[in-house]
């Protein structure tokens, strides 16, 4: 019998369609909180926020369907008399559009753009970044971190820092001809010393932290524009989320003899998140935290095993497909970490 993980966790992105709907998620949001997370052992709930929230210190960043001060009360207090430590999610550095809709902050403050060149569509890129050199940036982005965490009262902030494409571009007159590892290695020093004076824990994605090249991970699970020799500069209070969804690659052992606290994220498949476990177990990692990357009311909806009450999201057959398979692998991952526990 082993001692529990000390992480045991779920990540939920929050949806943005309507202040009708925004109202129904977050009491769908506490059911599965109150029914369903201490029923499977978790005691950690990331949940990720954006521009989902809506902000006192800075209105104009909140989208038009934000999630109030209220509501995001409400799901913490289900999370506090549940066991459960609330995490808020706000995604930093790279992640500031999604397809077509560049978000609230590049929206209303293109001055922060790394590449404002760029179409409007955002044709061609994958996601926009800001600029961390451009002038006034980190004043409204600490505002947005002490506001979100303030409200989840929490003593930790997931900062997101995945999947920059867009890092040191030759059309940004700050960071044009800057060393990516550089550029990268200061972002997180920055966001990790203003959550640190807070007496905040900063968590991260871990995937700009690994070499893409030498180990065949590829661009987007790991790094291959040169921003992972930052990880022998970050420092070893933050907590890594080291993803793989498609395989359980030893990257738990790379990061806890690095001296970091890691957590290993699965995605869709079973498979991946008990072999991950196995990887948890062996490196003496942190934790495990199951990602779903659906909107979460799907996500809900498919672990209650309920029709959609929610015909009119878009897309509704792909995204219940993937709901399903998150939550058997979110079903099963919990049943691997009780069986370990159980004598
Ligand atoms: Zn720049």
């Keep these: 019998m082993m001692q529990p993980l000390p992480v045991r966790g779920l990540h939920l992105a929050a949806s943005d369609h309507s202040v009708e709907m ?55 207090k289900a999370c506090r008399s549940a066991g459960v430590k609330l995490i808020p999610g706000f995604n930093c550095y790279g992640h500031q559009s999604w397809g077509k809709t560049t978000l609230a902050l590049l929206r209303k403050h293109p001055q922060f753009d790394e590449t404002p060149k760029l179409p409007a569509d955002n044709a061609g890129i994958y996601c926009r970044s800001w600029c961390p050199l451009a002038p006034g940036l980190h004043e409204i982005v600490f505002d947005l971190l002490d506001e979100l965490a303030d409200a989840c009262e929490s003593d930790a902030v997931h900062c997101g820092m995945d999947e920059i494409f867009l890092i040191a571009d030759p059309d940004c007159p700050r960071c044009h001809g800057k060393d990516p590892a550089d550029l990268f290695a200061a972002e997180v020093a920055l966001l990790h010393d203003h959550l640190k004076a807070q007496g905040r824990t900063m968590w991260m994605w871990g995937d700009r932290f690994l070499d893409g090249k030498t180990t065949g991970m590829g661009k987007w699970a790991a790094s291959e524009n040169g921003t992972h020799p930052a990880v022998d500069r970050a420092p070893k209070d933050i907590v890594i989320c080291d993803w ?21 994220c699965p995605s869709v498949k079973s498979d991946v998140a008990l ?69």
């Design 275 to 343: 072999a991950q476990l196995k990887l948890i177990r062996e490196a003496r990692g942190f934790g495990m935290l199951q990602t779903t990357w659906v909107d979460y009311p799907h996500f809900i909806t498919a672990y209650f095993g309920e029709a959609p009450t929610r015909p009119s999201l878009p897309a509704p057959e792909p995204m219940t497909d993937a709901a399903a398979k998150v939550a058997c692998s979110f079903r099963a991952l919990c049943a691997a970490m009780r069986a370990e526990i159980t004598p």
């Design 244 to 264: 793989h969804y498609e395989k359980a690659w030893p990257t738990p052992d790379f990061f806890a003899k690095k001296g970091f606290r890691v957590i290993a």
């Design 22 to 76: 925004t109202a129904r998620d977050a009491a769908a949001c506490e059911r599965l909180i109150r029914e369903a997370l201490p029923k499977e052992g978790i005691n950690t709930l990331v949940l990720e926020l954006d521009y989902t929230f809506r902000f006192r210190s800075h209105p104009e960043l909140a989208d038009e369907a934000a999630m109030d001060r209220a509501a995001t009360r409400r799901i913490a």
